[in-house]
């Protein structure tokens, strides 16, 4: 019963998968889901693989408030994909 995690990440904090897994008995078709350990002043790429939606997100957002991952019933999955942007490090002067 319930939502199986899992979270592996790169040890520079800039790259994650999480999967989200709804096993049986589903108590709601969403959830709510934090990274661990990103950097809250870089910004993420993040793709929801399942779904094909793909959007950047500051590191705060993703570590703090976290993100909203519908499933679509008992045995359904997302994998969430997020990825740190490269900083522009060109001046504007």
Do not use: C, W
Not at 33 to 50: E, P
Request: proline share 2%; aromatic share 6%; glycine share 12%.
């Amino acid at each position: 019963h319930g939502v199986g995690i899992l979270e592996p990440a790169s040890k520079a904090r800039d790259r994650a998968i999480m999967g989200v897994f709804q096993l049986s008995d589903p108590k709601t078709l969403e959830r709510q889901v934090r990274f661990r350990g990103f950097d809250a002043s870089r910004r993420y790429r993040v793709t929801l693989d399942s779904r094909g939606d793909s959007f950047e997100i500051d590191g705060h957002r993703l570590t703090a408030g976290g993100l909203t991952v519908h499933l679509g019933g008992a045995l359904t999955s997302e994998l969430v994909l997020a990825e740190g942007i490269e900083r522009d490090r060109r001046s504007n002067g």
